[in-house]
Every structure is written in C-alpha cells, then in structure tokens.
T-cell receptor, first 114, second 114 residues
Framework: AQKITQTQPGMFVQEKEAVTLDCTYD???????LFWYKQPSSGEMIFLIY??????QNATEGRYSLNFQKARKSANLVISASQLGDSAMYFC???????????FGTGTSLTVIP | EAQVTQNPRYLITVTGKKLTVTCSQN?????MSWYRQDPGLGLRQIYY???????DKGDVPEGYKVSRKEKRNFPLILESPSPNQTSLYFC?????????????FGPGTRLTVL
C-alpha cells in the first residue's frame, strides 16, 4: 500500500486566492512526522513545513499551513494568498519514528494564474 | 554555508559503464539518503544511512550500491547502469532527532543511460 497519497496531479489557482493541496498517509505507528516540500522548475527541493503526530495544533509557516486531521490520516497543505512564485511541484512526505525511511507522494503540480 | 553537494550535476553514460555520483554534506548530519525522482512516481528512496558504516535499503535499491566510510560522504554507485536507471537523483541529509528531521537536499544529478 502507498504510504503517501497525493490525488491531485495538477492544480490551478488564481493569484491571491488560497489553495489546498491534499495528502493522505498510511501508518500504524503512533509517532511520525509529516513534511511538505516545494520543487520549483529549477529542480531544487525546498522544505516548507513540518507536523509531528503528537502536535495538537496545526503547523503554520508564513503563508503555509498544514491542516492536520489525525483520525482521517490527512495532512493537507494550505497556501494562502497565492503568488506567481508558488507555481511548482509540491510533495508530501512522512517519516515514521521507529522506521528510518522517508516516504514521498507522487506530487501535485500547482500553477498560479495571474 | 550549510549545504549538500552532489557531483556531477549532469551525466550521460552508456549501458554497463560503472559510475559513481558523489554526495557530501557539511552539517555533521548522521542521516544521509539517496532518492530517485521519476515523472508520476515522485521521489523514491534508494538507500539510506543512519551513520558511518550503517546503510539500509530503501524502496528501490536494485542496481545501486552505497558506502558510508565517512560521516560527510555518501556516494551512490551504479556498477552496471541500465537505461531504466535514467532519472533525477537527489542526495539528502538530516540530524536524527525524534520524528523531526527535516532533510536538506542536494541540487540533484540528472543521469541519462543510453
């Protein structure tokens, strides 16, 4: 079974609007970390935000927030006030504390329309 | 400057010709990892290392070798490359602190095997 599922291969959003990128995960561990990375067309991987499984509050970093719903095993990324520079691939990832692997989703390509 | 470096950045080779992609980090990270990125498949972990002389297989280790003789270096070896190993490769490193270990990525190596 897939550990990380991103069901939106491509998304479009109008500039200045908010957008939600979906991510669901599969684990039987109680302790794990969830990550979002951005990959612009230049190719580098940029860390955006982290959520720990025991964190009670949703993580926020500037315009990025993580909508963490533990019971549903979802960790959606919300980008507020989209900018043209947000156009990129976005990857959701997970690390289980007692395992040592990182698992990535297949990514969502976001295009911000002027 | 804290960074992960990879060399070469681009490589075109032929089937069966052994090659090594180097990876080095200057952040004293214990954890290092190799990924390959293919369209529609996201990033998949090839091998990872928890520390010197400790390496483990990820999800797609076939056709690859690694070694960790020094903490800062984690080379990826393709002893007999095949066309299905044409891909974008990333090296990454992190500390091992609970579930939070944001990975720092190298710039990527684009490999083409003819």
């Amino acid at each position: 079974a897939q550990k990380i599922t991103q069901t939106q291969p491509g998304m479009f959003v109008q500039e200045k609007e908010a957008v939600t990128l979906d991510c669901t995960y599969d684990t039987s561990d109680q302790s794990y970390g969830l990550f979002w990375y951005k990959q612009p067309s230049s190719g580098e991987m940029i860390f955006l935000i982290y959520q720990g499984s025991y964190d009670e509050q949703n993580a926020t970093e500037g315009r990025y927030s993580l909508n963490f719903q533990k019971a549903r095993k979802s960790a959606n990324l919300v980008i507020s006030a989209s900018q043209l520079g947000d156009s990129a691939m976005y990857f959701c990832a997970m690390r289980e504390v007692w395992g040592n692997q990182f698992y990535f989703g297949t990514g969502t390509s976001l295009t911000v329309i002027p | 400057e804290a960074q992960v470096t990879q060399n070469p950045r681009y490589l075109i080779t032929v089937t069966g010709k052994k090659l090594t992609v180097t990876c080095s980090q200057n952040m004293n990270h214990e954890y290092m990892s190799w990924y390959r990125q293919d369209p529609g498949l996201g990033l998949r972990q090839i091998y990872y290392s928890m520390n010197v002389e400790v390496t483990d297989k990820g999800d797609v280790p076939e056709g690859y070798k690694v070694s960790r003789k020094e903490k800062r270096n984690f080379p990826l070896i393709l002893e007999s490359p095949s066309p299905n190993q044409t891909s974008l490769y990333f090296c990454a490193s992190s500390f091992i602190i609970s579930s939070y270990n944001e990975q720092f990525f190298g710039p990527g190596t684009r490999l083409t095997v003819l």
